[in-house]
């Protein structure tokens, strides 16, 4: 594909060649989008199903698994047709995350292409760096890891490599690093994020994407905002963020508190957390790009409205 390099579920596409394109205007951007989107997807069957119903059809099972995984603490071990139950509905739930992610892709997809007019696109640099931390989290299927095929997101490191965080530092990771160690299904694969002309294909209205960074970084890190953020987020204590799904159980997430955070600082609050019974499955929420990225993928608005 000439310009779509993957979508984001709930944020917009990663669009290549951005510099350009963004000179011909928005218009010709969601074009483009939509002639790539219709390669993409040519050799799929037809449309799926809305995204909501396969979650509900995702929670159906994992009750159901759950009424097998309490049997089997509860007694010690399961017969033969259990452990076989039990052995199927995980692998349905598997494949209904899959098929979640692709429905998520379509209807993110959807949202842009409707309407030009409801699309805007950010060039991404070291000026606008903040939209690839606004990025982090989502399962991407149109990245599939080298390794395993399963869906990559994207990353950072944890320490820029030098004095400030670059585009370098962000990277495309394997969403099955999360499985425990020592589990099979575990794998480290990632891929480089690419350095040139890259930029994010969103819809239009968003505050945080239309500022540079290092306004973002000012606005964000003042009180105000950090209050905004503390009463918007803990309002969401609980929500599912439908986009990042546990790699073993392929629920949602769940915004959960930190009970033993550092006190005043706000960005070290929340986390998301694998709802399942036992699962330890978390997801970090440390920046202020991500936090504004969850809450308008959850409510529609952000922090700088
Ligand atoms: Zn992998
Ligand atoms: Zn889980």
Known sequence: MKFLDSILPGSGAIIKTAVRAVQRGVASLVQSLRDDWAKATSSQRGTSR????????????????????????????????????????????????????QARSEETTSEILQEKTEASATSLSQDYLHILDWSRGPAVRMKPCPKCRAPMHLNRRNQPQNAIFTIKDYFWACTNFYIPE???????????????????LHKAGIPELEINRDHFTLITSQKPALKVIERRMSQAIGAQDIDVNCPIHGLPLVLQEKQTAEEGNVLDYYYLRCPHIGCGQTRKLKDAAQLASFLTRITGEGILS
């Open 182 to 200: 020592g589990t099979p299904g575990r794998c480290k694969g990632t891929l480089p994020f690419s350095d040139q002309d890259f930029g994010l």
């Open 50 to 101: 809305p995204s909501e119903e396969i979650r509900h059809d995702i929670e159906e099972i994992d009750g159901e698994i759950t009424d097998l995984e309490k049997k089997l603490r509860r007694d010690g071990q399961l017969n033969r047709s259990n452990k076989e139950e039990l052995e199927e509905l995980r692998r349905q739930a598997m494949d209904l995350a899959e098929e979640h992610q």
